[in-house]
């Protein structure tokens, strides 16, 4: 077909009509006033122009001015809009002109800016065809974009709309000043260029649209002389944040984000998110905290609704944040305490007391075992050991598991919550034993020196782990070139056929090898499964020339000078003899316990690695019998929906393909909300912005010191090239990118808590960290030189020209 009237264009023809023609066509059928026109189809477009068929839908539409404009294949999609990516030319009259523009559309398909979208979206150039829509030109006196939701804060019950005098394209190119207008409901006031009036028309449009569509739109529309309102576009806002699951509950509730927690902004994997959901459970409830853990397209999210509004509990809301959710969900909460929406409720019932202290006999456990550890550290490391050890020894499956049903069953009996006491309760003791001194050594040492005596801190199995790695390294340093100058996938592939020279690897993947960089994930390789990030990071370490900044060196000058600095506390401490006596025997038990925090973690680990093996085995049958497409594709699936397939036989292909593009398409957002409300309000959007020097970024200070580099901007550890002194700027860190560390000058995060791991290991190593740095991947751009200011918690851009110190 070469040309097709627009109202014709249904949505199953987006291949032929593209993705404006086929969302027009519906919006003329679904009885919205849309100007007539046609669609030259991708057939046509293939080769020469069938100029006599367009020549001849001209004449019947009337001739005169028109509207050309793109419809790719690709385009206003619920993923990607491609807003004015490719051309539109407006006003266009007679044949030729209307040829010349047509031909115009078509070759912007291939200009920079669309395959440079195309690249960021991971949309294949191959698979996108252009069509061109051809309409009936409305002269407007006022026009303009209606948003059904505001896509600045994401609040699905407000509208958005930008209106100017004149044509829509001034408003959309941001080539004119306009009338900015929020839309709560039907009744607005008089302001601008519309009328309340035409106001309450946009806002019944977009009820009607976003109703009709199912998902939040973007909306061009233009009003006559006549005064007719004429929809010109609608497609979804790709930009929005999905929002929380629809409760039945008619007041607001606020969610707040939990997987930064684990070091982890990417999405979990359906498979992954049960164990998670678990995982983080059992931590909230250690802390007292019970909450409701939901999914959202892949992020965690907890309801922290009705331990806002409890009377007590909201009380130790914002303190019991501190440790691992970090000062901006601090912030955050801060705010939803303050919101009259959340003010106090009274109790309901007695099982309505969410947050308190733990049941009796935990209580007497914990008091117990976080007493015994402070007074008996090196007992206490020792029986954590043991424990470890016996974890990693119980987490091998069975020899006699052989179906899917027996390895399924293995999987589902798992409990990845359970951590003895012998674990639980020296982590505790070290994380109370640092917390505590702060405030009774306050007006005698600074926060600064606190964080120091927390530094180069021993018995942090991800430092050893990181160390151990330098160690490979340093004696690889006879193959330095192959290992400078292969590709890590390329090295990973040779060490898995055994073509590779011995470097010591397979010792390390024995000890380390369960782990990975958002390794909590089962959905995720661990690096005995690929260990192609080990390679990069090897490499890194390969290019450290300068033996002072050699890591093992660089820690023992942190440890060094934490030891210093707690002799100086310890004399000063004298001027309070009772609260000093106990803050340096916290500090000193802080150094003996503190680096046991990544042991749980790293132990339960074990039993993740071995229920993916377990797993993996599973969808080889399954896709033996073709009821997946690949082994892996498993992970996409629940539980329960491998138990359907290996006993009744169900074929999940669909199902995973749906998912692994959404998982897909939230691997490339790069923001995630930290809170938001029901109504799907990013929190952080309506906060005051903190005030900052003019160009300097504000965070929050989490590591002692100050340093210039480059900025090394990182979104996959596994890739990462970092030069000695090179500045790491990360949306987030979990333990699998401080080997990264080894070598870093600083650390700048947009997510985290002063405890979290990319923190701690970063002050263990004497680097400089601010985290908290809303957008700085975006901000910092890479190879800027910048100053990170750990005390004063801002990253300033250094002015061109000059070098690093």
């Given at each position: 077909m070469q040309v097709v009237p627009l109202a014709d264009s249904t949505a199953d023809m987006v291949d032929l009509v593209g993705g404006k023609a086929a969302g027009l066509g519906e919006l003329i059928r679904h009885g919205e006033r849309v100007p007539p026109g046609f669609c030259v189809t991708t057939d046509a477009l293939t080769g020469s122009l069938p100029t006599a068929e367009i020549t001849d839908a001209y004449r019947?539409?009337?001739?005169?001015?028109?509207?050309?404009?793109?419809?790719?294949?690709?385009?206003?999609?619920?993923?990607?809009?491609?807003?004015?990516?490719?051309?539109?030319?407006?006003?266009?009259?007679?044949?030729?002109?209307?040829?010349?523009?047509?031909?115009?559309?078509?070759?912007?398909?291939?200009?920079?800016?669309?395959?440079?979208?195309?690249?960021?979206?991971?949309?294949?150039?191959?698979?996108?065809?252009?069509?061109?829509?051809?309409?009936?030109?409305?002269?407007?006196t006022v026009a303009g974009v209606l948003f059904t939701a505001n896509p600045l804060t994401g609040n699905r019950t407000q509208m958005m709309v930008d209106a100017a005098p004149g044509l829509g394209a001034t408003v959309?190119?941001?080539?004119?000043?306009?009338?900015?207008?929020?839309?709560?409901?039907?009744?607005?006031?008089?302001?601008?260029?519309?009328?309340?009036?035409?106001?309450?028309?946009?806002?019944?449009?977009?009820?009607?649209?976003?109703?009709?569509?199912?998902?939040?739109?973007?909306?061009?529309?233009?009003?006559?002389?006549?005064?007719?309102?004429?929809?010109?576009?609608?497609?979804?806002?790709?930009?929005?944040?999905?929002?929380?699951?629809?409760?039945?509950?008619?007041?607001?509730?606020?969610?707040?984000?939990?997987?930064?927690?684990?070091?982890?902004?990417?999405?979990?994997?359906?498979?992954?998110?049960?164990?998670?959901?678990?995982?983080?459970?059992?931590?909230?409830?250690?802390?007292?905290?019970?909450?409701?853990?939901?999914?959202?397209d892949g992020r965690l999210y907890g309801d922290l609704t009705d331990q806002a509004r409890d009377p007590a509990t909201r009380k130790r809301l914002v303190k019991?944040?501190?440790?691992?959710?970090?000062?901006?969900?601090?912030?955050?909460?801060?705010?939803?305490?303050?919101?009259?929406?959340?003010?106090?409720?009274?109790?309901?019932?007695?099982?309505?007391?969410?947050?308190?202290?733990?049941?009796?006999?935990?209580?007497?456990?914990?008091?117990?075992?976080?007493?015994?550890?402070?007074?008996?550290?090196?007992?206490?490391?020792s029986r954590l050991l043991?424990?470890?050890?016996?974890?990693?020894?119980?987490?091998?499956?069975?020899?006699?598991?052989?179906?899917?049903?027996?390895?399924?069953?293995?999987v589902r009996d798992q409990d990845t919550t359970d951590s003895p006491d012998g674990i639980i309760w020296p982590i505790m003791a070290g994380m109370l034993a640092a917390a505590l001194p702060p405030h009774l050594l306050k007006g005698i040492a600074t926060p600064d020196e606190i964080q120091t005596v927390l530094g180069?801190?021993?018995?942090?199995?991800?430092?050893?782990?990181?160390?151990?790695?330098?160690?490979?390294?340093?004696?690889?340093?006879?193959?330095?070139?192959?290992?400078?100058?292969?590709?890590?996938a390329e090295l990973a592939a040779r060490y898995r056929q055994g073509t590779l020279p011995d470097i010591g690897l397979a010792r390390f993947l024995d000890t380390y090898g369960h782990r990975g960089v958002a390794e909590v994930d089962l959905g995720v390789p661990r690096w005995d499964e690929d260990p192609a990030p080990v390679f990069a990071m090897i490499a890194n370490y390969l290019r450290v020339t300068d033996p002072e900044q050699a890591p093992d060196r660089r820690f023992a000058r942190a440890?060094?000078?934490?030891?210093?600095?707690?002799?100086?506390?310890?004399?000063?401490?004298?001027?309070?003899?009772?609260?000093?006596?106990?803050?340096?025997?916290?500090?000193?038990?802080?150094?003996?316990?503190?680096?046991?925090?990544?042991?749980?973690?790293?132990?339960?680990?074990?039993?993740?690695?071995?229920?993916?093996?377990?797993?993996?085995?599973?969808?080889?049958?399954?896709?033996?019998?073709?009821?997946?497409?690949?082994?892996?594709?498993?992970?996409?699936?629940?539980?329960?929906?491998?138990?359907?397939?290996?006993?009744?036989?169900?074929d999940h292909r669909d199902t995973v393909a749906a998912r692994v593009a959404t998982h897909r398409r939230e691997l490339r957002r790069r923001t995630v909300p930290v809170a938001l409300l029901s109504d799907g309000t990013d929190l952080e959007t309506v906060l005051p912005a903190p005030p900052t020097a003019e160009g300097a970024l504000r965070g929050v200070g989490a590591a002692p010191g100050r340093v210039t580099g480059p900025a090394r901007v990182v979104h996959d550890p596994a890739t990462a090239r970092v030069d000695p002194g090179d500045i790491i700027v990360a949306a987030t860190t979990d333990p699998g990118w401080t080997p990264l560390f080894l070598t870093a000058g600083g650390l700048v995060t947009e997510t985290g808590a002063v405890m979290a791991h990319g923190p701690t290991v970063a002050r263990e190593y004497g680097i400089p960290a601010v985290i908290c740095v809303p957008d700085a991947t975006r901000a910092i751009t890479d190879g800027q030189l910048v100053t990170v200011d750990g005390a004063a918690g801002t990253v300033t851009a250094v002015p061109p020209g000059t070098t690093a110190p």
């Open positions: 019947r539409l009337g001739g005169g001015p028109v509207a050309v404009r793109s419809s790719a294949t690709a385009e206003d999609l619920p993923v990607a809009s491609f807003a004015g990516q490719q051309d539109t030319v407006l006003d266009v009259t007679g044949e030729a002109g209307l040829l010349a523009a047509v031909d115009a559309c078509r070759a912007s398909l291939h200009s920079p800016r669309a395959t440079a979208y195309r690249d960021a979206h991971d949309i294949d150039h191959d698979t996108v065809r252009m069509a061109v829509v051809v309409q009936r030109m409305v002269t407007p959309v190119d941001g080539a004119t000043t306009v009338d900015h207008y929020l839309l709560d409901g039907p009744d607005h006031p008089a302001t601008g260029c519309l009328t309340p009036t035409q106001l309450a028309e946009l806002h019944a449009l977009g009820q009607r649209l976003q109703h009709h569509f199912g998902s939040p739109q973007d909306v061009e529309w233009a009003y006559d002389q006549d005064g007719t309102l004429w929809v010109l576009q609608s497609r979804p806002i790709t930009t929005l944040f999905p929002p929380p699951p629809a409760t039945d509950k008619p007041q607001p509730r606020v969610y707040l984000e939990f997987g930064h927690v684990q070091g982890m902004l990417q999405p979990v994997t359906p498979m992954g998110m049960s164990s998670l959901k678990a995982l983080i459970a059992a931590m909230l409830a250690a802390l007292g905290v019970r909450v409701d853990i939901v999914d959202i019991l944040m501190a440790v691992d959710f970090g000062p901006r969900a601090q912030a955050v909460m801060q705010h939803v305490l303050a919101d009259p929406r959340f003010a106090p409720q009274p109790r309901r019932t007695r099982r309505a007391r969410t947050v308190g202290g733990p049941a009796a006999r935990t209580a007497a456990r914990a008091v117990t075992g976080v007493l015994g550890a402070l007074a008996r550290p090196d007992a206490a490391r043991d424990a470890v050890e016996r974890m990693r020894l119980a987490s091998a499956a069975p020899a006699d598991l052989t179906t899917p049903a027996d390895r399924l069953r293995f180069g801190m021993p018995h942090n199995v991800t430092i050893e782990m990181d160390l151990a790695l330098w160690r490979l390294a340093r004696r690889a340093t006879d193959h330095r070139r192959l290992l400078l100058d292969t590709p890590p440890a060094a000078t934490a030891e210093a600095t707690l002799a100086d506390l310890t004399t000063r401490a004298r001027r309070r003899p009772v609260r000093g006596r106990i803050a340096v025997f916290l500090l000193r038990r802080a150094r003996a316990l503190a680096g046991l925090r990544e042991a749980g973690k790293f132990a339960g680990l074990y039993r993740l690695r071995e229920m993916r093996r377990q797993l993996l085995f599973i969808g080889a049958d399954l896709a033996d019998a073709k009821l997946l497409a690949r082994p892996d594709d498993i992970m996409f699936l629940t539980l329960d929906e491998v138990h359907d397939a290996v006993r009744l036989g169900t």
